[in-house]
Structures are given as structure tokens and as C-alpha cells.
């Protein structure tokens, strides 16, 4: 995490480096887990974050164990939708976004924030319908030898 705040903060100094007078920034850091109705992480689950203050957004895939991450422009108190695709199935979570530090920069305050976001992906497990199928047919034919 502090890898990613370092580089936003790499771009903040060039900004000021740009001649950008004085100003405030706010750098949210999402991240959370994907995961199914079991609670297993869903791995290369496409995940949009969005700002629901301000509407920047950001794109990102799940983990193999199904984390994601990702920062953007949202203020400090703000709302975070998160929305998690997989296989045609979709879950959506929110989350709001806690200040925990602030920096300053030159004539720049930065404030840093923190969302951590989980969304459940309802999964019907397609291995198991074969059974269940098997189970119902085999419980229709018992109740016809009756």
C-alpha cells in the first residue's frame, strides 16, 4: 500500500512542478475481496470501483485469491460503489471512504483515504447440478415404485 501512495505522491510533485498554485487532493485507496456465496475469493473477477461523489472510477481484475485494489479521486467521507463481474454473474458492495492521514505538499494538501470494500458474487455452482439432478430423479423413482 505505501508502494501506491509513493507513486501518487510522485504525481503530485510533478503537478506542483507544473506550476499548480495551491490546492487539495484527495487520493482514495480501494481494495477489498471477491468472493462467492461460500466465502472463497473469486479469482479474474473484473471489479469497477466508482466515486459516487464525483464519478471517477477506476478498473481493476481480482487476485487469484480474490483481492483487488486500486486508488482514485474520491473525498474523504465519500462513497465508494464497487462492482464485481464474473461468468455473467454480478455482486455490487459499498463502502465509504475514512480519512487517515493528510500531507502536506508544497501549497498542495493531500488527504488520504481508505475503503475497504467486499462484494459477494452469488454463484450457482454449475459441478453441483449434475448431482442434484441425479438425486432428484433417483427420489422420483423411489416415490413411483411405492
Known amino acids: 500500500m505505501a508502494n501506491i501512495f509513493g507513486n501518487a505522491i510522485i504525481g503530485l510533485m510533478l503537478l506542483l512542478s507544473a506550476g499548480l498554485a495551491s490546492a487539495d487532493i484527495n487520493v482514495a485507496y480501494v481494495n477489498g475481496i471477491v468472493y462467492d ?5 473469486i479469482s479474474g473477477a473484473d471489479v469497477t470501483a466508482l466515486c459516487l461523489n464525483n464519478s471517477n472510477s477506476f478498473n481493476t481484475i481480482s487476485n487469484g485469491t480474490g483481492y483487488y485494489a486500486g486508488m482514485f479521486d ?12 464474473k461468468n455473467n454473474a454480478t455482486g455490487t458492495g ?17 488527504n488520504l483515504g481508505l475503503a475497504y470494500v467486499d462484494v459477494q458474487i452469488p454463484e450457482f455452482p454449475t459441478a453441483a447440478a449434475p448431482v442434484l439432478l441425479s438425486m432428484l430423479s433417483f427420489g422420483l423413482l423411489r416415490l413411483r415404485k411405492r
Do not use: E
Not at 74 to 85: K, R, S
Open 74 to 85: 474520491c473525498p474523504m467521507n465519500g462513497t465508494v460503489q464497487v462492482t464485481a463481474i
Open 94 to 110: 459499498f463502502g465509504t471512504v475514512i480519512q487517515f492521514d493528510t500531507t502536506q505538499l508544497g501549497n498542495v494538501t493531500v
Open 37 to 41: 456465496p461460500g466465502l472463497v475469493g
